[in-house]
């Protein structure tokens, strides 16, 4: 798979520990301990969002098109 830029919303959590989100990636949701793991996940959870897209024959959030071409 290619690479593809997203944007990437991180956040500080009360209870500590970051929420990491996507307004270029429905349903990219993403906690951990650091802000490192929230961007190392993110990349995980984009990919595997734009697998099961291929699989299921779904639509392909436009920002991660890349990642197929």
Do not use: N, W
């Not at 190392?40 to 897209?53: M, P, S, T, Y």
């Amino acid at each position: 798979m290619s690479e593809a830029t997203i944007r990437l919303h991180i956040e500080p959590l009360e209870e500590g520990g970051y929420l990491g989100t996507s307004p270029d990636v429905p349903g990219l949701i993403v906690e951990a301990d650091s802000l490192s793991e929230v961007v190392e996940i993110a990349q995980d959870v984009a990919r595997g969002i734009a697998e099961v897209c291929l699989e299921f024959g779904d639509p392909m959030p436009p920002a991660l098109s890349k990642l197929v071409a």
